[in-house]
């Protein structure tokens, strides 16, 4: 399987911004989905937001106004700009891909994926 490289975490102070990025290995493969999952210790890996190769996007709830997924023009990159950060934004962010297309509603699924990065960690302070 393709391999995802996730970068550009770190730790923040409550309020600030943060902006990390997921890079394809080896051949420019065109992902249907691409999307930003993270989980915070004792809690379940949930879905952050997705991105198709059209560039529709979906975003959790919890997120919704604050971050901003992209790809970039070759979609072989990911990004997600996250402004305003909040303490329970703290998790480590995986990035994920699938060639498979579903339902807006399930974009946040982390079963409908089948490529994942190792992950960057995000800590937001108070």
């Known amino acids: 399987q393709v391999q995802l490289v996730e970068s550009g975490g770190g730790s923040v102070q409550a309020g600030g911004s943060l902006s990390v990025s997921c890079a394809t290995s080896g051949a420019g493969y065109s992902y249907s989905l691409m999307a930003w999952f993270r989980q915070a210790p004792g809690k379940e890996r949930e879905g952050v937001a997705a991105i198709s190769s059209g560039g529709v996007l979906w975003y959790a709830d919890s997120v919704q106004g604050r971050f901003t997924a992209s790809r970039d023009n070759a979609k072989n990159t990911l990004y997600l700009q996250m402004n305003s950060l909040k303490p329970e934004d703290t998790g480590m962010y995986y990035c994920?891909?699938?060639?498979?297309?579903?339902?807006?509603?399930?974009?946040?699924?982390?079963?409908?994926?089948?490529?994942w990065g190792q992950g960057t960690q995000v800590t937001v302070s108070s």
């Open positions: 994920a891909a699938t060639f498979a297309l579903f339902p807006w509603r399930n974009w946040g699924l982390e079963k409908n994926y089948d490529v």
